[in-house]
């Protein structure tokens, strides 16, 4: 069965760097792309960042310049560099492995609270 485990995940002040981690559990067939989205309480899922295999970025507007995503395509595996966080930050951040269909992780928390 095919997991996707996001980490990294936590309380962080305002300023403050956080790293996040995916991986998937086994080779998935066919990825195209993975990505990063998150969800705040009441508020819709949203994209953060994605990366193609080929190494094409595409970031939401309000994290351009201060979030970094990459990728080791050989291991599946996704990362997020946050940096300069902010309170508006704070959500239910979601790895998402982009093939024939999606594979999407529980989501970790990240919280940036003073």
């Known amino acids: 069965q095919v997991q996707v485990v996001e980490s990294g995940g936590g309380l962080v002040q305002p300023g403050g760097s956080l790293r996040l981690s995916c991986a998937a559990s086994?080779?998935?067939?066919?990825?195209?792309?993975m990505a990063w989205y998150r969800q705040a309480p009441g508020e819709q899922r949203e994209l953060v960042a994605s990366?193609?295999?080929?190494?094409?970025?595409n970031y939401g507007d309000s994290v351009r310049g201060r979030f970094t995503i990459s990728r080791n395509n050989a291991q599946n595996t996704a990362y997020l560099q946050m940096n300069s966080l902010k309170p508006e930050d704070t959500a239910v951040y979601f790895c998402?492995?982009?093939?024939?269909?999606?594979?999407w992780g529980q989501g970790t928390q990240v919280t940036v609270s003073s």
């Open positions: 998402c492995v982009k093939a024939a269909q999606d594979f």
């Open positions: 990366m193609t295999n080929g190494g094409r970025t």
């Open positions: 086994r080779r998935i067939p066919a990825i195209y792309a």
